[in-house]
């Protein structure tokens, strides 16, 4: 078993609708990060995490630390949000695990 | 644009090669970062560099080397290449603090790395 893994692995919506990708971890962790990956290949640094919930703009992360889970929420998705979305988990100072990513499609 | 600056954007080489990945920081980021992402594996840290010094390390075959120059620049060296070295290197490079993945990080393009 993975120590990070992903759900859904692949995710095809229609426009406007509400989105959501899992991420649930083994091990004890100090913070976790999402990224979207674009189709290009370019990556960017969406959220980092260590409690709670943030939000910029249509985009929502929530950690719940007991329960070693997170969630990206899209709302109002839009066809631009078509992406690969990868967690990763930050275990101690040093060591850095990601998850397999999820593809999502949002169709117009 | 996330002013993270990689070159060269695709390289192909043979086995047994060394090649050298650069990696140019945002402005005032002291951190840099680099990752390898190949097709089966997923995406893997390698290595941290912050201010010139090593201050964490992942994955990173012994085959691989890297640095931080004064300028903070870093250069990515592979070598005695092997047909699963074949990936995407990004780089990656983070603000004030030397701590690993406490601040935002800001990738690279990615340097596409084909080994025949």
């Known amino acids: 078993k993975n120590e990070v893994e992903q759900s859904p692995q692949n995710l095809t919506a229609q426009e406007g609708e509400f989105i959501t990708i899992n991420c649930s971890y083994s091990v004890g962790i100090s913070a976790l990060h999402w990224l979207q990956q674009h189709p290009g290949g370019g990556i960017v640094s969406l959220f980092m995490l260590s409690s709670g919930k943030k939000k910029h703009g249509r985009l929502i992360a929530t950690i719940n630390i007991q329960e070693k889970h997170s969630s990206l929420h899209i709302t109002a998705s839009h066809p631009r949000d078509s992406a690969v979305y990868i967690c990763?988990?930050?275990?101690?100072?040093?060591?850095?695990?990601f998850g397999q990513g999820t593809r999502l499609t949002i169709n117009p | 644009d996330s002013g993270v600056t990689q070159t060269p954007k695709h390289l192909i080489t043979a086995t047994g090669q060394r090649v050298t990945l650069r990696c140019s920081p945002r402005s005032g980021d002291l951190s840099v970062y680099w990752y390898q992402q190949s097709l089966d594996q997923g995406l893997q840290f390698l290595i941290q560099y912050y201010n010139g010094e090593e201050r964490a390390k992942g994955n990173i075959l012994e085959r691989f080397s890297a640095q931080q120059f004064p300028d903070l620049h870093s250069e990515l060296n592979l070598s005695s290449l092997e047909l699963g070295d074949s990936a995407l290197y990004f780089c990656?490079?983070?603000?004030?603090?030397?701590?690993?993945?406490?601040?935002?990080?800001?990738f690279g393009p990615g340097t596409r790395l084909t080994v025949l």
């Open positions: 990763a988990v930050i275990q101690g100072a040093q060591k850095l695990v």
């Open positions: 990656a490079s983070s603000g004030p603090t030397g701590g690993a993945w406490t601040d935002t990080q800001y």
